[in-house]
C-alpha cells in the first residue's frame, strides 16, 4: 500500500521552492515599496509554512503508516465489498467538495482583495504584485476543485481495507496516528447494528486552544464481530 504522506512531503518540498521563487522576483525585480516586501513577506510566510508543514504533521504520519503496516501484532486487518467501499467513497467526496468550498471563499476572498488594492491603489510593482496574487488565488481555487476528486481516484485503486494497531489506524489509505501534534484519539466504541461498525473519535487542533472532534468509522466484515468488540478495551477504551 502506498504511503501518500511520503508524495504530500515531496509536494510540500515543491511548493516551498515556488514560494522561493516569488521571493527572489520581490527581491530583485519589484520595488521594496511598490510591493516588493509585501510580495517577499508572503512568500516567506509560504515556504516556512509548507516545511513546517512536511516536518511537524506529514514526516511524523508517514512514520506511523510504516509502523502500523508492518506491525506483526495487528488488532485487525479487513478487507471489504468493492460495491460497499464504492458508496462510502462517493459520499466522503460530496463531503470534501462542501468543505473545500467554503474554505475557498475565506482564502480567494482576501487574495483577490488584495490583489485589486495592489492594482488600483499602488504604482510602482503593484500591477505584477497583483497578477501574482490573482494566479495564487486562481491556483488555489483550481486545487481545491480538483483535489476531491483525485483524492476519491486514489482511493478507488487503494486497496479497500482497515489496518487496527496499538501504534495507528489506517483506513481508505490514510493514517490516523493515536497522538501527534495536532490530533489525538479521545475514544473507540463497537456499534452493534445490521453491520455492525467500530467508531473511532479522533480530536484535532484547529487553533490556539480549539479542538475539533470527528469519526472515523470502520465497518466490521462478517465473521470478525468478536475480534472487533475486543479492540476497544485493547486500545484503552
Given at each position: 500500500m502506498e504511503n501518500i504522506d511520503k508524495r504530500r512531503i515531496i509536494h510540500c518540498l515543491i511548493f516551498a521552492g515556488f514560494s522561493l521563487v516569488l521571493f527572489l522576483i520581490g527581491l530583485t525585480m519589484?520595488?521594496?515599496?511598490?510591493?516588493?516586501?509585501?510580495?517577499?513577506?508572503?512568500?516567506?510566510?509560504?515556504?516556512?509554512?509548507?516545511l513546517t508543514i512536511a516536518g511537524i504533521i506529514f514526516y511524523p504520519r508517514a512514520k506511523v503508516f510504516n509502523a502500523v503496516v508492518t506491525d506483526s501484532k495487528?488488532?485487525?486487518?479487513?478487507?471489504?465489498?468493492?460495491?460497499?467501499?464504492?458508496?462510502?467513497?462517493?459520499?466522503e467526496?460530496?463531503?470534501h467538495k462542501n468543505r473545500n468550498t467554503a474554505l475557498l471563499i475565506i482564502t480567494d476572498g482576501m487574495l483577490i482583495f488584495l490583489a485589486l488594492f495592489f492594482i488600483i491603489f499602488i504604482q510602482d510593482g503593484g500591477f505584477e504584485t497583483g497578477l501574482t496574487l490573482l494566479g495564487i488565488a486562481i491556483?488555489?481555487?483550481f486545487v481545491a476543485k480538483l483535489a476531491?476528486?483525485?483524492?476519491?481516484?486514489?482511493?478507488e485503486?487503494?486497496?479497500?481495507?482497515?489496518?487496527?494497531?496499538?501504534?495507528?489506524?489506517?483506513?481508505?489509505?490514510?493514517?490516523?496516528?493515536?497522538?501527534g501534534f495536532l490530533l489525538g484519539i479521545t475514544g473507540v466504541s463497537?456499534?452493534?447494528?445490521?453491520?455492525?461498525v467500530l467508531i473511532f473519535?479522533?480530536?484535532?487542533?484547529?487553533?490556539?486552544?480549539?479542538y475539533e472532534t470527528f469519526k472515523i468509522t470502520i465497518p466490521v466484515p462478517k465473521g470478525e464481530e468478536e475480534k472487533a468488540k475486543k479492540i476497544p478495551s485493547q486500545l484503552g477504551f
Open positions: 519589484i520595488e521594496g515599496f511598490g510591493g516588493g516586501f509585501a510580495l517577499m513577506f508572503i512568500s516567506f510566510f509560504l515556504f516556512i509554512s509548507s495487528l488488532l485487525a486487518h479487513w478487507t471489504y465489498d468493492p460495491a460497499l467501499y464504492s458508496r462510502i467513497i462517493e459520499r467526496y460530496e463531503e491556483l488555489l481555487f476531491p476528486g483525485f483524492i476519491r481516484d486514489r482511493k485503486k487503494m486497496p479497500p481495507e482497515a489496518w487496527i494497531s496499538t501504534k495507528g489506524l489506517v483506513y481508505e489509505g490514510t493514517v490516523y496516528p493515536y497522538s463497537y456499534l452493534e447494528r445490521t453491520e455492525p473519535s479522533f480530536h484535532q487542533l484547529t487553533g490556539a486552544k480549539i
